[in-house]
């Protein structure tokens, strides 16, 4: 890690994620297209273009492919999106042995259509699945599976600013087995959904319960996986701080129950008063978010000093008492940006300032994802 905060050293995840990717036309050739029977009408279509909620519409096609131990992974397909059948035994619905990615697709003024660090997103589910017991993939194959989906359905990539195709990969148990032990076969799919932004009220401020009583991994667990238990384990404490009036919870760690980890479904950053940002190290328990690694990079690179270090909450909560600590923000690839406004549990309450900063961090983000900035850092890949 840097120690001045100012030189980027990459994690593992960043070094294999910025690997070049093959020609986009090299790529998804091995899914074999079932095309839609009855694909979604233009007014259905309109609907859902006017709608963009987050994740309740989906594209027309999903990609699916299948490992079986000794074969490897095999049936690459583009078929119809809808249900899948699935043996009441499989492991997936009884162990919870599964991994997802969230990536979205961006179309640009002049109509073509890039996703951005797919190679980080491969990189991180291959992390994951080594995690959680499940088979690695080719950065062929995850790739190829989204650009074989947003090919065949490039009309859901909507093109009002702020909105983009939000891509799911996920992997689980397929295999009908009630014994504990990794599946010997396994289902990949990647599902689209044209999205706009995360949270109903747009980039507006956040108020943020810090749960004392509850936490998202441990040490040694899978908090660094992204795995479906991480999100169900996140449900009870996001309801009990809705209960209190407040929009998203953020857990601590659970060795000491002092230090900030993060919100469950994204990262947080703290802005100092002396003009240097803060967010907390990777510990192995807390999620190495792609916006969070892109906006580590961005900041360091425009010359604000970023540290990524353990940030007790009680110096914390003091710091913005006294004023040394101006803003705060969370991030990820679905809710981007979001500024913190309000950071409350059992012994404080406090409001943060807004400085703009967090605003300022989107724009540069969101820019260089949209084509209207210049992107440096080889981020962007086109894919039709
Ligand atoms: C994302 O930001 O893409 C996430 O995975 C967070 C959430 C929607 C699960």
Same mark, same amino acid.
């Given at each position: 890690?840097?120690?001045?905060?100012? =030189?980027? #050293?990459? #994690?593992?995840? =960043?070094?294999?994620?910025?690997?070049?990717?093959?020609?986009?036309?090299?790529?998804?050739?091995?899914?074999? @297209?079932?095309?839609?029977?009855?694909?979604?009408?233009?007014?259905?279509?309109?609907?859902?273009?006017?709608?963009?909620?987050? /994740?309740?519409?989906?594209?027309?096609?999903?990609?699916?492919?299948?490992?079986?131990?000794?074969?490897?992974?095999?049936?690459?397909?583009?078929?119809?999106?809808?249900?899948?059948?699935? $043996?009441?035994?499989?492991?997936?619905?009884?162990?919870?042995?599964?991994?997802?990615?969230?990536?979205?697709?961006?179309?640009?003024?002049?109509?073509?259509?890039?996703?951005?660090?797919?190679?980080? &997103?491969?990189?991180?589910? !291959?992390?994951?699945?080594?995690?959680?017991?499940?088979?690695?993939? #080719?950065?062929?194959?995850?790739?190829?599976?989204?650009?074989?989906?947003?090919?065949?359905?490039?009309?859901?990539?909507?093109?009002?600013?702020?909105?983009?195709?939000?891509?799911?990969?996920?992997?689980?148990?397929?295999?009908?087995?009630?014994?504990?032990?990794?599946?010997?076969?396994?289902?990949?799919?990647?599902?689209?959904?044209?999205?706009?932004?995360?949270?109903?009220?747009?980039?507006?401020?956040?108020?943020?319960?810090?749960?004392?009583?509850?936490?998202?991994?441990?040490?040694?667990?899978?908090?660094?996986?992204?795995?479906?238990?991480?999100?169900?384990?996140?449900?009870?404490?996001?309801?009990?701080?809705?209960?209190?009036?407040?929009?998203?919870?953020?857990?601590? +760690?659970?060795?000491?129950?002092?230090?900030?980890?993060?919100?469950?479904?994204? !990262?947080?950053?703290?802005?100092?008063?002396?003009?240097?940002?803060?967010?907390?190290?990777?510990?192995?328990?807390?999620?190495?978010?792609?916006?969070?690694?892109? %906006?580590?990079?961005?900041?360091?690179?425009?010359? #604000?000093?970023?540290?990524?270090?353990?940030?007790?909450? +009680?110096?914390?909560? $003091?710091?913005?008492?006294?004023?040394? @600590?101006?803003?705060?923000?969370?991030?990820?690839?679905?809710?981007?940006?979001?500024? %913190?406004?309000?950071?409350?549990? +059992?012994?404080?309450?406090?409001?943060?300032?807004?400085? !703009?900063?967090?605003?300022?961090?989107? &724009?540069?983000?969101?820019?260089?994802? !949209? /084509?209207?900035?210049? +992107?440096?850092?080889?981020?962007?890949?086109?894919?039709?």
């Amino acid at each position: 890690m840097a120690q001045d905060g100012l =030189e980027h #050293t990459q #994690t593992t995840l =960043e070094e294999l994620g910025s690997a070049p990717l093959p020609p986009v036309a090299e790529l998804g050739s091995q899914f074999v @297209v079932q095309p839609h029977p009855n694909p979604t009408s233009d007014a259905d279509w309109q609907t859902a273009m006017n709608e963009l909620k987050f /994740g309740t519409r989906f594209s027309d096609h999903m990609a699916v492919a299948t490992w079986t131990e000794g074969a490897g992974w095999h049936d690459h397909e583009i078929r119809p999106y809808g249900p899948i059948e699935l $043996s009441p035994a499989a492991a997936v619905l009884h162990y919870g042995q599964e991994i997802f990615e969230g990536l979205k697709a961006y179309r640009h003024e002049d109509g073509s259509i890039w996703t951005f660090r797919p190679g980080f &997103n491969a990189a991180r589910f !291959n992390a994951s699945a080594r995690r959680m017991g499940l088979p690695e993939m #080719t950065v062929e194959d995850f790739v190829g599976s989204i650009v074989a989906v947003v090919r065949k359905d490039e009309r859901f990539v909507p093109r009002e600013p702020g909105t983009s195709l939000y891509l799911r990969p996920f992997m689980f148990a397929s295999e009908p087995f009630l014994g504990v032990r990794p599946a010997r076969e396994v289902t990949y799919m990647m599902i689209a959904s044209p999205v706009g932004p995360y949270f109903a009220n747009g980039f507006a401020p956040v108020s943020i319960w810090v749960t004392r009583n509850y936490h998202r991994a441990g040490p040694g667990g899978t908090g660094a996986a992204k795995t479906g238990g991480n999100y169900a384990s996140s449900l009870l404490p996001q309801e009990v701080a809705a209960e209190r009036g407040f929009d998203q919870v953020c857990f601590l +760690d659970a060795a000491t129950n002092s230090n900030l980890e993060e919100l469950g479904g994204m !990262n947080v950053f703290v802005v100092r008063a002396d003009g240097s940002v803060q967010t907390p190290r990777l510990t192995g328990t807390i999620l190495e978010g792609g916006t969070r690694s892109a %906006i580590i990079r961005m900041l360091r690179d425009n010359g #604000t000093p970023v540290s990524e270090e353990t940030i007790a909450i +009680d110096a914390l909560i $003091s710091d913005i008492s006294s004023g040394e @600590v101006v803003e705060m923000f969370a991030c990820g690839t679905a809710a981007v940006v979001t500024p %913190i406004g309000h950071l409350a549990s +059992d012994d404080f309450d406090v409001k943060l300032p807004q400085t !703009n900063f967090s605003e300022s961090v989107y &724009n540069q983000l969101v820019s260089i994802q !949209n /084509g209207l900035a210049p +992107d440096p850092y080889g981020w962007t890949y086109r894919i039709h």
